[in-house]
Every structure is written in C-alpha cells, then in structure tokens.
C-alpha cells in the first residue's frame, strides 16, 4: 500500500511540475537575462547568447525539459528509454547508428518518438564544457540524431518511477567511460537529477569525486541507488588536437 501511495505521489508531482514547470524556469532564467538587456554593465561587450550569462539556470531549464520528456516517455511505455523500447519506438531507425548502451541512444528516443523537438539537440548538452562535447548541429535525420559529441550527460538506465525517487537517473558531467565527475566543466559542481524530478547540485573536488551520504557518489552500495545503478555513457568525439 505504501508503495502505491509513494508512486501516486510522484504522478502528482509530476502533474504539478508540468503544469508550473516551465512557468517558473522561464521566469527564473528570463527575468535575470531581461535585466541584463536593460541594463547593460558600462565597456560590456554585446554577445549573441545572453544564456551564456546565466549557466546555471539554462542548466536547470535542460534538465527540467529532459525530465519532463522522460515522464511522458515513461506513461506511454511503462518504463524510462531501454534497449527494449528502440524497437518500439524507433520506426524509422533514427537511433540505429548510435552505439548500444550509450546515452546518446537511449536519449535519442525522446526525439524519436516525438517527445522532444527535432531542433531542441541543444538540450542534451548542458552549457559547460565537457570533455570532448561539441554544439549540436540540430541535424536529426537518419544517421544524424545526437551523434558523439553531441550529448554529454550520462543516463541511468532500467528505470522507471515505480523505482525510489531519490535515484539518480541524469547526471553531468562524468568524465568519459570513468565514474569521476570533471572537476573542471561546470565550475567545480555536478548535477544529478532524480527520479523524482528533483536536481541535486553537488560540489565536486578535484580529484573528481563526490561524495553523499558519507559514501563515493558512484559507489554501488551507496543506499541512493537503491541498487540499481547501471550508467550508460555519452559517446565521445575525437576532437582534433
């Protein structure tokens, strides 16, 4: 019974940040960027992406974006983007050039399958740079759809929100194939959002870890997974040195 009070009130919750979601993003990353406009700082140099000011809110607004993607993913297939799902979803092999068990693959689905839209490629990324991330071309025609490089979040697959809300299911920024953050991309901090919509900001040191709960973040046993932590790494793009 417990557990059906719990799911329930994560539908709720989810309802609720669907509904007021993008309201409050909005005003919390546009009005600071409106008050830039208005009032420009003496000798500033105009830039064409105001965003770039304010990361940390386009930051949250992506990962709201994703979640709320992944949600309406999730009640139509019962289950957050698995390999099982591809075949389901993906009727015009939209996915099928992204390499099985990465993020890019799983992720792709969400636009796919309609939940994202065909020029959101952006969204995948957050504004830092990460290791080996390149711009989107916002190209997702077949072959084309978040290729490496193109998304640099880590996905946490095999979920859905019958799972603990508090398991981590995105996380940025991991360094490549290695369960370290970059202590460097995002200005020191990691952002790890959960099943139950909430983004969890954590310092990062600089050896790359994290720690919660007095145990490493990406420490199997740590109680947070509620062991069930399989991550599924963004594919890397060989820059040209």
């Known amino acids: 019974m417990a557990e059906v009070i719990e ?15 993008f309201f409050l993003f909005s005003f919390l990353t546009f009005t600071p960027l409106a008050r830039a406009q208005s009032e420009p700082e003496k000798g500033a140099k105009e830039t064409k992406s105001p965003t770039a000011k304010f990361p940390v809110q386009e930051a949250r607004s992506r990962m709201l974006q994703l979640y709320l993607s992944l949600m309406d993913f999730e009640a139509d297939y019962g289950t957050f983007p698995t390999e099982d799902t591809v075949k389901e979803v993906d009727d015009s092999q939209l996915v099928d050039h992204l390499a099985k068990g990465s993020s890019n693959r799983f992720l792709a689905l969400l636009i796919a399958g309609g939940y994202m839209h065909p020029n959101a490629e952006t969204h995948f990324s957050l504004p830092f ?3 080996n991330a390149i711009a ?4 997702v025609n077949k072959g084309k759809a978040l290729e490496a490089g193109e ?12 799972d603990e809300g508090g398991i981590p299911l995105l ?11 970059d ?8 952002y790890v959002l959960r099943i139950d919509g909430e983004l969890k900001i954590y310092d990062v ?3 790359g870890s994290v720690t919660v709960g007095g145990k490493s973040f990406f420490d199997p046993t740590n109680p947070m997974w509620a062991g069930k932590m399989k991550l599924c790494h963004p594919l890397v793009k060989k820059l040209a040195p």
């Open 136 to 139: 989107a071309d916002q190209q």
């Open 171 to 181: 996380i940025y920024p991991v360094v490549p194939d290695k369960n370290i953050f």
């Open 183 to 190: 202590a460097k991309a995002a200005g020191g901090k990691a």
């Open 151 to 162: 998304c640099s979040i880590t996905y946490n697959t095999g979920l859905s929100t019958s």
């Open 205 to 207: 040191a600089e050896d």
């Open 129 to 131: 740079p990460a290791i």
């Open 7 to 21: 799911r329930a009130s994560m539908k709720l919750k989810y309802i609720a940040v669907k509904t007021f979601g």
